[in-house]
């Protein structure tokens, strides 16, 4: 479905991306890990276009969509959710999923229910009239799932959704996408809560220092030399296995 | 609390129909086409926070568009009130892709639609067919047909007019899902692109609503007062007026401009009857202006309904 | 080309002043990150000031001019910190409007205590016009050409070598950086508004001999000095040298060849193009 190759991006002097490959097929989860700084969030713009990259194709259901404004990109059914939340501060809860729903559904009543009861199903019953604003840290992340989820994307990039989230809340969050794909999407996620990628994964791709360093199933990646090194220091694996 | 606002504000407007004077009906008239002109202005940069310094602009070209089809090609007056909207939209339109493409927002913003207005005013300042400086005269001729009227009232029904219509595509924002990406594009844009919102589309169709808007206002002042020169349509001052009128009554609220017109004209008329002296009044609004700024930045609105987020 | 010469020259002379005052303006916005809408409005107040000054005391506004740049600094300092710092709670279209709002207050002031009369002031060179080549140059705007880059001179040399001009600089670029190293960032703001204020104080000074003031003025020169600060890019200090003259250059040419009535619309026009087309300007770095 998610077709990326030689993807790159650099900022001034820091290649924040350089020249990577990922493929992504109709209803997997596909993990993106790699250590802070990797390049994961800078992908995700470049594929969702918010960023130009600087070389590279990323296709969409075989389309070429590099050049193609976000909002385009989103109508084509790919969805994606911010690191670094971005509420519509000034709105309500409820208002803020409604412009996701929006997308799919014009009339304003059935937008306003399929909101509310998104809302509620992840937890945001008490806030849906309150302004965004207002939100904690782990709401806010919960509002950019459910703002994502209620534009029903074919295609939805998680970043980090999952991070400052508590252990209960975690896995609650792992039903809920896992519920997302039975329902027929395709998800790419970035993620630093292990377990989540784990229990959540098909497929997951390894990034460091801009490059894709490994690739694999969770299994294979968590016992693979250079993803240890990338996460621990050079050295590390070794230094694990004489330990 | 919504709702008896509204049925006060409803029974305000018909008060002045039950005078017979000329003068209560003239302060009424002004105070509509005040508050028609704000909530023009509101509905780009209010709800879509476009803060723009030169609305003034789609004024006088709604009123030359009126003044020069009637007095060099002799159509009706009527006619005045499409010819504008139609005008006052498609330059709104064009003005928001231009703007809004380059990526201008905010102060940039402002302070390019304050350039577009100055430089329509040079423009009529100095070609024929606007008259130049010396403006358009249009023909005094009071019957129904023509647009003017001898009662005040009955210029003072079309302010209401035009102030009904405002304020009925406001209440339809405040709804709907246009007005919906419109906030959603005000509060943060990136993330209303990221759900599909055509962010430029969203702004520029909000500033050609606005605009088709604003324009029907120079033609009912045409109307009104049979004279237009290029000073009058195109004052910074009624650029300043349209905004503090949505500012202080409550910028993205559908009440706001009404509550913020009674406000205003209540001060001018005040100050005007206890001082002589010009810019008194205008200076006041400038003061109001700021403390609404620093101390209720949701205009007077906050007071009157009840906050959506409570 | 009888025409083009003294036009050209006219321009220039004219542009230098108008640097001058978008230095302040580059400053403020720089250090602020404010537009600055007040800015013609102080200006015009300056202009009544240093207008005052001559017609009732007498003084030349060139003797004038640091006394008046003295007194629109410490206008500025105030304004800065009773009015628009307090009222805008640092969000961007707050002080936007609250800038417009002084600028509603002070032009209408302006017509209450002086009513909407143009005034000028005579002082004894206002006519005198010096011969360079073909050329007749008039004394007034010369002196006040080259006060105006004597005083963008200064500024720079005080921004660049003095400790103060350096924590301005360092609060510019990055205000908590600067905070954590003991400069006080409110401090520094409401100093570098009134500094961008004193340069109008300087400036109403150089511009009163050859020109008029009435409380409409602030809104002629906003326009020019957003278009020169536009132009040379904003918060940059060579750009709103080099914009400022352009614009003067620019205004001249526009009055000789559209005519009186039609050239003043290159101002805006430049403005709009700019904005439209190369938003950084000449000389800015990409916001
Ligand atoms: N807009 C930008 N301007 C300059 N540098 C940037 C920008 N965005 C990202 N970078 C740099 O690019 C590199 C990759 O950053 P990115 O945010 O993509 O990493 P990440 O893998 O998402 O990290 P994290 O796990 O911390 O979210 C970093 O060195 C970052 O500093
Ligand atoms: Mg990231």
Redesign the pocket.
């Known amino acids: 479905m998610l077709e990326v190759r030689g993807l790159s991006r650099r900022?001034?002097g820091?290649r924040?991306?350089r020249g990577i490959d990922l493929d992504v097929p109709a209803g997997a989860i596909v993990a993106l890990i790699?250590?802070?700084?990797?390049?994961?969030?800078?992908?995700f713009a470049a594929i969702a276009g918010f960023?130009r990259p600087d070389s590279g194709s990323v296709r969409l259901d075989g389309t070429d969509i590099i050049g193609w404004p976000p909002e385009r990109i989103a109508l084509a059914g790919m969805v994606r959710t911010f690191?670094i939340t971005q509420p519509f501060a000034g709105l309500t809860v409820a208002e803020n999923i409604r412009i996701g729903a929006f997308l799919r559904e014009s009339h304003r009543n059935a937008a306003t229910r399929l909101a509310r009861e998104l809302g509620t199903e992840l937890g945001l019953g008490a806030w849906l009239d309150r302004p965004a604003a207002a939100l904690t840290v782990a709401g806010r992340k919960r509002l950019e799932l459910a703002r994502a989820l209620a534009a029903r994307p074919r295609l939805l990039l998680l970043?980090?959704v999952m991070a400052g989230l508590t252990p209960t809340e975690v896995n609650e969050t792992v039903a809920l996408v896992r519920g997302v794909r039975g329902r027929g999407a395709t998800i790419l996620l970035?993620e630093?809560v292990m377990q989540a990628v784990t229990a959540l994964a098909d497929r997951v791709y390894v990034?460091a220092e801009?490059a894709m360093i490994a690739q694999g199933t969770p299994r294979e990646i968590a016992v693979d030399q250079r993803v240890v090194e990338a996460y621990l220091g050079k050295g590390a694996a070794a230094r694990i296995a004489d330990g | 609390m919504t709702r008896g606002l509204w049925i006060a504000l409803a029974t305000l407007a018909l008060l002045p129909f039950a005078s017979h004077s000329q003068f209560v009906a003239n302060l009424a008239m002004l105070t509509a086409i005040s508050a028609a002109l704000g909530q023009a202005w509101n509905i780009a940069g209010g709800f879509g926070g476009l803060t723009s310094f030169g609305h003034v602009a789609f004024f006088g070209l709604g009123a030359y568009a009126d003044a020069i089809l009637q007095t060099r090609y002799g159509f009706t007056p009527w006619l005045g009130l499409p010819a504008a909207a139609l005008l006052g939209g498609g330059v709104g339109w064009l003005m928001g892709l231009a703007t809004f493409r380059a990526g201008l927002r905010g102060s940039y913003f402002a302070l390019v639609t304050l350039a577009f207005a100055e430089a329509f005013r040079i423009l009529a300042n100095s070609i024929g067919i606007t008259g130049g400086g010396s403006g358009i005269l249009v023909k005094l001729h009071t019957s129904a047909g023509n647009f003017q009227f001898a009662d005040r009232r009955a210029g003072y029904a079309a302010a209401l007019a035009l102030l009904a219509l405002a304020t009925f595509a406001a209440r339809r924002l405040a709804v709907g899902r246009f007005g919906a990406y419109l906030m959603a594009v005000r509060e943060n844009e990136d993330a209303a692109r990221a759900l599909g919102v055509r962010a430029v589309r969203v702004k520029s169709a909000a500033l050609a609503l606005s605009g088709a808007l604003t324009a029907l206002g120079g033609v009912l002042y045409v109307q009104s007062y049979l004279y237009i020169d290029p000073p009058t349509a195109f004052s910074v001052e009624r650029s300043v007026e349209m905004l503090l009128v949505a500012m202080i009554g409550g910028a993205g609220t559908v009440a706001g401009p009404l509550l913020g017109a009674l406000a205003v004209h209540a001060i001018a008329d005040t100050t005007r009857s206890l001082v002589a002296t010009p810019g008194v009044a205008p200076m006041l609004y400038g003061v109001v202006l700021l403390l609404i700024i620093g101390f209720l930045p949701g205009g007077i609105a906050r007071f009157v309904t009840r906050p959506a987020h409570a | 080309m009888a025409l083009l010469m003294p036009a050209l020259v006219g321009g220039l002379l004219t542009g230098g002043v108008y640097a001058l005052v978008a230095l302040g303006l580059t400053l403020i916005y720089g250090v602020l990150h404010i537009v600055n809408f007040a800015h013609g409005s102080l200006l015009m107040m300056a202009m009544f000031g240093a207008w005052l000054l001559a017609a009732k005391f007498g003084l030349d506004p060139l003797v004038a001019l640091p006394l008046l740049a003295a007194i629109m600094f410490a206008v500025g300092w105030a304004l800065y910190r009773f009015v628009i710092g307090r009222v805008a709670h640092g969000d961007d279209r707050a002080i936007l409007l609250a800038t417009l709002g002084v600028a509603v207050v002070l032009d209408n002031l302006a017509l209450v205590l002086f009513t909407g009369d143009t005034r000028t002031i005579e002082t004894p060179y206002a006519l005198q016009m010096i011969q360079a080549g073909p050329l007749l140059i008039p004394l007034a705007k010369l002196i006040a050409f080259a006060c105006a880059l004597l005083l963008a001179g200064a500024l720079w040399a005080f921004l660049a070598l003095t400790d103060t001009g350096r924590a301005i600089r360092a609060v510019a670029r990055e205000p908590e950086g600067a905070a954590l190293v003991g400069i006080r960032p409110d401090r520094i703001f409401a100093l570098a508004y009134g500094i961008g204020i004193a340069c109008l104080g300087a400036a109403a000074c150089l511009l009163l001999p050859s020109f008029y003031v009435s409380p409409q003025v602030g809104g002629v020169f906003v326009l020019v000095a957003f278009t020169v600060v536009v132009l040379g890019g904003m918060g940059s200090f060579p750009g709103a040298v080099v914009g400022g003259l352009l614009v003067g250059i620019t205004e001249n040419l526009g009055g000789l060849y559209l005519g009186e009535d039609l050239g003043p619309i290159c101002v805006p026009l430049l403005f709009i193009a700019v904005l439209l087309v190369r938003p950084t300007g000449l000389f800015g770095s990409v916001r």
Do not use: I, R
Not at chain 1, 34 to 43: C, H
């Open positions: 900022f001034g820091v924040a991306v790699g250590p802070n700084g990797a390049g994961k969030t800078t992908s960023v690191q970043d980090e970035t630093h990034m801009g």
